[in-house]
């Protein structure tokens, strides 16, 4: 691992510099740091305050990380992160929060108990969030699509979809949505460079023990190295992550049923009828 040093320095300075551009939600994070030293200046024991804020959109996750830097750098002193460690996680969030009202697509690959496996998935990110998943070990993977009250799951061997009901309503499944929340919760840190597969990436650690390693170019991830609960640690690759507009084409992204126009749909309580 390589941490921050004078062969660094480019890259921090640009950090730096993307930091201060403006933005168009730069009101929005005026007036939640305007909050946030305020409350830090009121009367009373001091203290170091920390913030966790749950990311929907682009302009919060710019607020949160904005708060973030100054209730870490600006009153932690040395304990806390660099500038130059803020703008990096800065960057990372804004990589990572996508617009409403559009699909994130999401390709996953790794190794599991020796494996080869590998994940994609299509959501809403908003209501109701339907989703269509095709997850599994290379060459068997299950496919299941969501509507928001219906779930569907194909079976390639009989061209058979079954349907049933939602037990609960569907939320945002996919990996990099928990990166999302901690690199906003201002617990994260970044652990400095490494190069993994020729690329020169930013280790950050987030808070719950995931390890996220950002693109020192764009801050899109790469990877993310995930514990076991034996002890064991899965690497998982980011093959593609990207936010799609919503449209006619896209949504039937979205729904197994329109993947596989001519399967035959029956009930989980009926399987032996076609719908």
Not at 231 to 239: D, E
Request: hydrophobic share 35%; charged share 20%.
């Amino acid at each position: 691992m390589t941490m921050h040093d004078d062969s660094q320095l480019e890259l921090l300075e640009r950090d730096l510099q993307r930091l201060a551009e403006p933005r168009e939600e730069d009101e929005l994070v005026r007036l939640a740091v305007r909050r946030q030293l305020a409350a830090m200046t009121a009367p009373g024991p001091r203290r170091r305050r920390s913030v966790r804020i749950a990311v929907g959109i682009a302009g919060v996750a710019a607020a949160a990380a904005a708060i973030a830097i100054v209730t870490d750098v600006g009153t932690s002193g040395s304990g806390g992160p660099s500038v130059a460690d803020a703008a990096v996680i800065h960057h990372a969030l804004t990589a990572v929060a996508g617009p409403a009202n559009s699909i994130v697509h999401e390709k996953v690959a790794g190794v599991q108990n020796g494996v080869p496996v590998e994940a994609e998935w299509w959501q809403q990110t908003s209501p109701p969030y339907a989703s269509l998943v095709i997850k599994g070990p290379v060459g068997h993977e299950g496919e299941v699509s969501d509507n928001g009250t219906t779930s569907f799951e194909y079976e390639p061997r009989t061209n058979t979809i079954t349907e049933q009901p939602d037990s609960s309503p569907p939320t945002p499944i996919d990996p990099v949505s928990q990166v999302r929340q901690e690199l906003a919760s201002g617990q994260s840190q970044v652990a400095g460079t490494v190069v993994i597969g020729g690329s020169t990436l930013y280790k950050i650690d987030l808070p719950n023990g995931l390890v996220g390693y950002f693109d020192t170019s764009d801050y899109r991830p790469r990877y993310m190295d995930d514990p076991q609960r034996d002890g064991s640690v899965v690497r998982v690759r980011v093959v593609a992550y990207d936010y799609l507009p919503m449209t006619a084409s896209t949504r039937a992204l979205l729904s197994v049923t329109e993947q596989h126009p001519g399967a035959r749909v029956v009930h989980a309580s009926d399987s032996g009828s076609s719908k």
